[in-house]
């Protein structure tokens, strides 16, 4: 063969095709979902190379909180449960002893009154209806015990009941 020939063929075959797609360390990621949370672009840095790198754009110091605010929950209400002649109980039990509180006055009244107890069993609180993070925080602090703000509505419908401020049990023995 021709070594003239041979050379350009040989060019044609090592070189890349036209339409191949660059490198990927050139290509910026595409972003398929983005649910929030903590950056992963510093965990792939190390595998950049230094001409392909952008400046990083705006990369919080820590993830901003999700808009919690107002929580509410639907299904129940401050007030008293019913004198039953069969004690309520949550089949299983939590494991855990859990409160659930919303930012009315008796739901204040009763955690003062039972704070004492609840830090003793080592309960966990959810606040089930408050409008804003100060009426969470005023909530919390007037009582120093861990407390959540979410809606209760589905941990409310499982234990049958409809009312707070409510105490269940590590074994699923509910109580205000």
Same mark, same amino acid.
Request: hydrophobic share 45%; aromatic share 6%.
């Given at each position: 063969?021709?070594?003239?020939?041979?050379?350009?063929?040989?060019?044609?075959?090592?070189?890349? *095709?036209?339409?191949? /797609?660059?490198?990927?360390?050139?290509? *910026?990621?595409?972003?398929?979902?983005?649910?929030?949370?903590?950056?992963?672009? *510093?965990?792939?840095?190390?595998? !950049?190379?230094?001409?392909?790198?952008?400046?990083?754009?705006?990369?919080?110091?820590?993830?901003?909180?999700?808009?919690?605010?107002?929580?509410?929950?639907?299904? !129940?209400? *401050?007030?008293?449960?019913?004198?039953?002649?069969?004690?309520?109980?949550?089949?299983?039990?939590?494991?855990?002893?859990?409160?659930?509180?919303?930012?009315?006055?008796?739901?204040?009244?009763?955690?003062?009154?039972?704070?004492?107890?609840?830090?003793?069993?080592?309960?966990?609180?959810?606040?089930?209806?408050?409008?804003?993070?100060?009426?969470?925080?005023?909530?919390?602090?007037?009582?120093?015990?861990?407390?959540?703000?979410?809606?209760?509505?589905?941990?409310?419908?499982?234990?049958?009941?409809?009312?707070?401020?409510?105490?269940?049990? /590590?074994?699923? /023995?509910?109580?205000?």
């Amino acid at each position: 063969m021709n070594p003239i020939r041979f050379i350009p063929m040989l060019a044609v075959l090592f070189a890349p *095709p036209s339409w191949s /797609a660059a490198p990927l360390a050139s290509r *910026p990621p595409t972003v398929i979902h983005d649910a929030g949370g903590v950056p992963l672009a *510093p965990y792939f840095e190390p595998f !950049a190379d230094d001409a392909a790198r952008e400046p990083a754009r705006y990369i919080p110091a820590q993830p901003q909180p999700p808009q919690l605010f107002p929580v509410v929950s639907i299904r !129940a209400g *401050p007030g008293r449960l019913l004198q039953n002649p069969m004690p309520s109980k949550l089949p299983g039990g939590p494991g855990q002893s859990i409160f659930i509180v919303g930012d009315d006055p008796a739901s204040l009244d009763w955690l003062q009154r039972n704070a004492d107890a609840l830090r003793r069993m080592g309960a966990r609180g959810i606040v089930a209806s408050v409008g804003t993070p100060e009426g969470f925080l005023r909530l919390r602090t007037s009582v120093d015990l861990h407390m959540v703000p979410m809606s209760a509505d589905a941990l409310l419908e499982a234990a049958g009941i409809h009312v707070w401020p409510v105490l269940i049990g /590590a074994d699923g /023995a509910i109580s205000q």
